[in-house]
């Protein structure tokens, strides 16, 4: 469904659903380089589970018009004028690596509007490697090999893809392919600048969820589980099977515990 | 600081798509031979349907075994998915079945295997799809045969059986200028020979029957998409971007993005058609996948070796073979073939079809049939079999003559090879003679 914030047109995933007032919303905030479709199959579930699903493109990303955002409070606050647009006051956030800072941010600079946030593959701080942020500020490939590969587990190499006869790396090249010039950097900086996890910390009041991978090579699961200390109100699920792309490497897992989560 | 690295092309060959099984161990990719799936509830069952969560339902749609064999394929040629089907054939008739309605319009070349020519030129005309068929040597040709309502461009990596190397960047750019996608039939090429993708095509085909399965046991294809086709952008596919009412109003690039042609192609068109793959036919295809970066270059240098022997000898009169100088696709084949032309050529014998026939019928190494990528060599008639269908002008326009002798080459003592033919060269003249 598409959307205009600040005047510009953007796309959010509803699962081909109109919005209803009177249903709890969620809103799927992607990570670097991404787009809604990262959370295809989980936002789907919601969309026809007794809720509204906001599975959003950033500025820039997927179907939304950019210019990108270059900072994660910017992100959140761009979040809260999509619910505006969408004409909806208060939503759950879950949000995937840069999203789950997103969803951090949101839970804090808009309590009165955030009832609860998951956050998977997550850590603070998240930095990254001046490589990376060299090869993507240059636009080069291998940025984009770089996301692909750190960006799975190990195994995701050689495949066995959950969603039959996909192949993740395929995937992720391809959504990369897709992005304009200087979007990864602006994505990558904005993770690696970001410097409000520790104040966010101690003011998050709305119940968290931590879902993280044991195979990460992105944000490793001992750094995420590290994080997820200094929050209170937190539960920790670390997945056995999954690298840093929850939703595609562990499909089922990550929407059993966010099915749980939001049950509870 | 060095960035991480892939696994290469013979790492992939072997174990893309398939982890150890989780419940018995196994090393080598399990035949699942079921038909469905249990669910583990009502939910699940209504989840899986629904497209909410991942995994099999019913093998028609998908199977572990096939999957592994698609997602193989996948990564081999850098795709973000493939579909295995129930042979080569249907997998184009399931990439035209998924991007067009009748009233649609195709530009193909026209060197072409003889089934493609039919389903183009007579079988899909009679549900309203219209083929024009150019001559792939000139891009050119196929900008000037799009219409407003052609929806892809289609051509042979190596056309069959003149073996026309399809410049596939000039072709894909004069397709994405109309906002049409690209397909090939990469049969001839293999992934190991020629990545389509990374030259511009945007959905590709094998027959895995071919070079594949490599051992002629199993009749299956292959179609993988790049995802690389922005189908939004192009405006030009309300299949794909807008919704559906066979599928709940379902958008498919909204809902899946760079995977919307695939999931269209399997959530309909294996539903509806059916022309899935059998769990052991993937099996048969995988195992022979897992040496093809082995048999590959074995095929090239066998055929080397044929393609001396016959362009040297007096009784032929033509060796048609990409990396023959006089060949018109020498040049490109140098930049887009590095590694070479493949197995399958075509020969003149001189004294027409009558030389021919006892050429094929003198051969003793060299077996008599139709098909070709297989380990052991074949020779096939064209004129007479694969391509009978066609008329005399069709045939002289893909490059086909009375004495026209298709062989495959396969991976038996070169040495042999060329004693075989070279004895049934001299008994193809002898009936010359005696006439």
């Known amino acids: 469904m598409n959307f205009t914030v600040d005047g510009r047109q953007v796309f959010a995933y509803t699962a081909a659903q109109a919005i209803d007032e009177a249903k709890p919303t969620i809103v799927f905030v992607h990570g670097a380089g991404l787009d809604h479709s990262i959370f295809g199959l989980q936002s789907r579930y919601f969309g026809y589970h007794g809720h509204n699903v906001l599975a959003l493109d950033l500025p820039a990303h997927g179907r ?76 080069r490939q291998d940025a ?100 840093h792309s929850l939703m595609t490497e562990a499909p089922d897992a990550t929407l059993d515990t966010l099915i749980e989560f939001f049950r509870s | 600081m060095a960035g991480p690295k892939y696994p290469g092309f013979d790492t992939l060959a072997l174990h893309a798509g398939q982890s150890p099984d ?32 991942a995994g099999h339902v019913y093998s028609r749609i998908s199977n572990p075994t096939v999957a592994v064999l698609e997602e193989r394929m996948a990564a081999l040629e850098g795709g973000v998915g493939a579909i295995a089907t129930a042979s080569g054939q249907a997998a184009l008739h399931l990439a035209v079945a998924t991007l067009m309605d009748a009233g649609s319009h195709i530009v193909a070349s026209n060197s072409l295997y003889g089934g493609s020519h039919n389903l183009l030129g007579y079988t899909l005309k009679r549900f309203g799809i219209d083929t024009t068929f150019v001559a792939p040597g000139t891009p050119e040709n196929f900008r000037k045969a799009i219409r407003p309502n052609t929806r892809l461009l289609f051509a042979e990596t190596l056309g069959n059986p003149g073996l026309e190397v399809l410049d596939v960047p000039a072709v894909a750019e004069v397709a994405h200028a109309a ?33 594949l399965g490599g051992h002629g046991v199993a009749i299956g294809g292959v179609l993988v998409d790049s995802g690389r086709f922005d189908w939004e952008k192009s405006g030009k596919f309300p299949q794909l971007t807008a919704p559906y009412s066979g599928f709940h ?16 192609a399997r959530r309909e068109g294996l539903r509806d058609f059916g022309a899935c793959m059998a769990p052991m036919t993937a099996f048969q295809i995988l195992q022979g996948i897992e040496t093809l970066h ?22 032929v009169a033509q060796v048609v073979y990409p990396e023959l100088p006089e060949h ?36 003793r190494v060299f077996s008599h049939l139709a098909n070709v990528g297989d380990a052991k060599s074949l020779v096939i008639h064209p004129a007479s079999t694969t391509h009978y269908r066609m008329s005399d002008e069709d045939l002289a326009r893909a490059g086909i003559g009375a004495g026209t002798v298709r062989l495959s080459v396969g991976l038996e003592d070169a040495g042999d090879l060329v004693e075989d033919l070279g004895r049934a060269l001299s008994a193809s003249q ?6």
């Open chain 1, 144 to 243: 984009y090999d770089m996301e692909t590969i750190w960006g799975h587990s190990a195994q995701a190499a050689l495949g066995a893809n959950p969603n039959p006869g996909m192949w993740m790396y395929g995937e992720s090249l391809a959504r990369l392919g897709r992005l304009a010039p200087g979007v990864l950097y602006s994505d990558l900086n904005a993770c690696h600048t970001y410097a409000g996890g520790e104040a966010a910390a101690a003011a998050v009041r709305c119940p968290v969820l931590l879902v993280l991978g044991r195979r990460d090579q992105m944000t490793p699961a001992k750094a995420g589980a590290a994080f997820a200390r200094t929050l209170p109100n937190a539960r920790l699920v670390q997945l056995e099977a999954s690298g």
């Open chain 2, 294 to 315: 082995l048999r590959m270059p074995r095929h090239v240098e066998n055929t080397r070796k044929v393609v001396q022997l016959l362009a040297g000898n007096p009784a």
């Open chain 2, 249 to 264: 109003n379902m958008d498919f690039e909204e809902e899946s993005g760079t995977r919307a042609f695939l999931l269209r």
């Open chain 2, 22 to 53: 989780p419940a018995t161990g196994s090393r080598a990719v399990p035949v699942y031979q079921t038909t469905s799936y249990v669910f583990r509830d009502s939910e699940h069952a209504a989840s899986l349907f629904n497209m909410e969560r």
């Open chain 2, 179 to 211: 906002g049409l996608p690209l397909l090939v039939d990469a049969t001839f090429t293999t992934p190991y020979l020629m990545k389509p993708f990374e030259l511009g095509a945007d959905l590709l085909y094998h027959s895995a029957t071919k070079f």
């Open chain 2, 430 to 435: 002898k009936s010359v003679a005696q006439k």
């Open chain 1, 64 to 139: 939304s018009e950019g210019p990108p955002l270059g900072t994660v409070q910017e992100m959140a606050d761009w979040v809260m004028r999509l619910l505006d647009a969408a004409k909806l006051q208060t939503a759950a956030v879950v949000g995937h690596s840069m999203g789950s800072l997103v969803a951090l941010e949101c839970a804090v600079r808009h309590p009165g509007r955030v009832g609860r946030i998951a956050l998977l593959g997550t850590t603070y701080p998240m930095k990254v490697s001046d490589a990376f942020l060299q090869a993507a500020k240059e636009n």
């Open chain 2, 328 to 363: 018109p696709g020498h040049a490109l084949a140098k930049k887009l073939l590095p590694r070479g032309c493949g197995a399958v050529l075509t020969v003149d014998i001189k004294g027409g079809r009558e030389a021919g026939k006892r050429f094929i019928e003198a051969l």
